[in-house]
């Protein structure tokens, strides 16, 4: 599976951005999919996932402003992501778990994404 992210780029505090992750090589319709972010500090943060049935979930500084869909008809993943803080800083990469345990999916925990994408900056300035 390969992965390619797009979309990010600057906007001001309070503006808008949407990413984008296109997937190759796989069955995407199936996936666990997930953005992740990671500002250099500590360790990757997980941001939203959503599952091949289309639950969805949220990290807790996110909701409310970013939304996670997917188009399995064109085989990519998005994330719209409103009202932008500086602390929304950030590469942002998109993530595939191509095999799951029922119940597992959506999750915002790293280690079980199996692809991963090489990143798209973000950067929200104040």
């Known amino acids: 599976v390969q992965l390619v992210e797009s979309g990010g780029g600057s906007a001001p505090a309070g503006g808008s951005l949407r990413v984008s992750c296109t997937a190759s090589?796989?069955?995407?319709?199936?996936?666990?999919m997930g953005w992740f972010r990671h500002d250099g500090a500590l360790q990757r943060e997980g941001v939203a996932s959503?599952?091949?049935?289309?639950?969805?979930r949220y990290a807790d500084s996110v909701k409310g402003r970013f939304t996670i869909s997917r188009d399995s008809a064109k085989n990519t993943l998005y994330l719209q992501m409103n009202n932008l803080t500086p602390e929304d800083t950030a590469m942002y990469y998109c993530?595939?778990?191509?095999?799951?345990?029922?119940?597992?999916?959506?999750?915002?925990?790293?280690?079980?994404?199996?692809?991963w994408g090489q990143g798209t900056q973000v950067t929200v300035s104040s």
């Open positions: 993530a595939v778990r191509s095999h799951y345990i029922l119940g597992t999916c959506p999750s915002l925990t790293p280690i079980p994404y199996n692809y």
């Open positions: 090589g796989g069955s995407f319709s199936t996936y666990c």
């Open positions: 959503i599952g091949s049935d289309g639950t969805t």
